[in-house]
């Protein structure tokens, strides 16, 4: 199985400001990486596939990058509604595994 | 618009089983792979299992093989899974979530829609 390891566990940002989450996999995942968005009582929401490519709908500020075992979620300026958790999912072996998460909080 | 809509949670004991279903509809089910992701409560996310378009193939974590059973039924654009065995571990809230094809072949098992949840307890 594929570990999926997010870090920091909590990112405490200013609006306005450059958010970067990181994601690594225990194994090459190439660029078979999603990124999901997930606000309290809610469901995760598809931000990112490919490592890279913004899902339909998803502002530009999001921007995802890397591949193979080492990937970056970048929010270049922080807007109020950004706060939440952010879940990274590789879909490269079976069993699909999630990251445990980034919490982007209030600074 | 694509809508999914679980049901079937609940209180149960250790040992019980229970039902979920989830129905879908604004999209054509019989086309597109499906799964159950679960999370705990405050924590991360946990995929569950997969299921083909057709079903012709299913895939479990292995935390539920043995224990849960994955269906679906095209005609009625529903979802299911069968928790048998339920132990503490197993409570959280599931969520169905639907994929991008008929089947998830490498580089599209991701998931665009999502369903609101159902929370299953386990608990004496």
């Known amino acids: 199985e594929i570990v999926m390891t997010q870090s920091p566990a909590t990112l405490s940002v200013s609006p306005g400001e450059r958010a970067t989450l990181s994601c690594r996999a225990s194994q090459s995942v190439s660029s078979n990486l999603a990124w999901y968005q997930q606000k309290p009582g809610q469901a995760p929401r598809l931000l990112i596939y490919?490592?890279?490519t913004r899902a339909t709908g998803i502002p530009a500020r999001f921007g995802g990058s890397g591949s193979g075992t080492e990937f970056t979620l970048t929010i270049s300026s922080l807007q109020s509604e950004d706060f939440a958790d952010y879940y990274c999912q590789q879909y490269n072996n079976w069993p699909l595994t999630f990251g445990g998460g980034t919490k982007v909080e209030i600074k | 618009q694509v809508q999914l809509v679980e049901s079937g949670g609940g209180l149960v004991k250790p040992g019980g089983s229970l039902r979920l279903s989830c129905a879908a509809s604004?999209?054509?089910?019989?086309?597109?792979?499906m799964s159950w992701i679960r999370q705990a409560p405050g924590k991360g996310l946990e995929w569950v299992s997969y299921i083909s378009s057709s079903d012709s193939t299913i895939y479990y974590a292995d935390s539920v093989k043995g224990r849960f059973t994955i269906s679906r039924d095209n005609a009625k654009n529903s979802l299911y899974l069968q928790m048998n065995s339920l132990r503490a571990e197993d409570t959280a809230v599931y969520y169905c979530?639907?994929?991008?094809?008929?089947?998830?072949?490498?580089?599209?098992?991701?998931?665009?829609?999502w369903g609101q949840g159902t929370l299953v307890t386990v608990s004496s």
């Open positions: 979530a639907r994929g991008l094809a008929r089947h998830c072949s490498g580089s599209n098992c991701y998931f665009l829609s």
């Open positions: 490919g490592a890279s």
């Open positions: 604004g999209f054509s089910f019989s086309d597109y792979y």
